[in-house]
């Protein structure tokens, strides 16, 4: 993977962005943190899930007129999107 992810850097330097998928979502957290501050890097099973999410909250939140802070969340498992979606509430 360093391999690949230097060879990347070297023939298009940051402008290219890199798309992790079925790398096993035991590895997705480890590699966006990894490569996060050298290539742009976006892994679409735990980070669009996230997106999906966010969407719905906030069209919900406008049907409803009330604002995320009014709200409890509930969280059932700790896998890699779901804690994903919490570590980005929490900010």
């Known amino acids: ?7 990347v850097k070297q023939n298009y330097r940051e402008k290219v962005p890199i798309q992790f998928e079925d790398f096993a979502n035991h590895n997705a957290f480890d590699l966006l943190e990894k490569y996060r501050s050298t290539h742009l890097v976006f892994n679409d099973d735990i980070q669009c899930t996230t ?20 709200h409890r969340f509930l969280f059932l498992g700790a896998g890699e999107v779901g804690s994903y979606i919490l570590f980005s509430l929490l900010g």
């Open 1 to 7: 993977m360093h391999e690949f992810m230097s060879a």
């Open 51 to 70: 997106f999906v999410v966010f969407a719905g909250l906030v069209a919900a939140l406008k049907l409803v007129r009330e604002n995320l802070a009014e």
